[in-house]
């Protein structure tokens, strides 16, 4: 009588310890399954988006000006245009176009043959290219005459 009895009870007790593992394996399970769904999720959820405000806008504008103006190279430049110059050219002006990469020169020439010569010399710089006349005209003070010319390049 007493050996039915204890064939229960221990079948009870290894049904028990088998339904707890399989509980604790569900339950493993689960936890897994929830921290790959909170991944996945997070991972779905995208940062909002910041748009700048007008003046952010402005002064990163002028920061990127100040950056480029910074960083252009002045001594090939200069370089170029002293090595194409003669006597017989007086720059007047000057002005570079750095968010373009281009440059303006005005000046005077002695004769038409100064300035055409002036123009070729600077076609051939390397730092220069698209180099041409944009402006020439005859300027008369008293017997002296000149050229007065504007030429436009890209600055490479």
Request: glycine letters at 2%; charged letters at 25%; proline letters at 4%.
């Amino acid at each position: 009588m007493v050996a039915p009895v204890l064939g229960a009870v221990t079948l009870m007790v290894c049904a028990s310890i088998w339904l707890g593992t399989m509980v604790m394996q569900q339950r493993d399970a689960r936890s897994v399954m929830e921290s790959r769904i909170a991944v996945l999720r997070a991972a779905q959820v995208r940062p909002p988006v910041v748009v700048p405000t007008k003046a952010e806008t402005e002064v990163q504008k002028q920061w990127a000006t100040l950056k480029a103006e910074r960083d252009f190279s002045w001594s090939p430049l200069f370089s170029a245009i002293e090595k194409a110059s003669s006597a017989d050219i007086e720059l007047l002006e000057f002005q570079p176009d750095k968010a373009n990469r281009r440059v303006m020169l005005r000046g005077e020439a002695k004769d038409q043959a100064a300035m055409v010569a002036f123009v070729d010399a600077l076609a051939e710089q390397q730092v220069l290219k698209h180099v041409h006349l944009t402006h020439q005209k005859i300027r008369r003070r008293d017997r002296l005459q000149t050229i007065v010319f504007e030429i436009k390049a890209g600055v490479k």
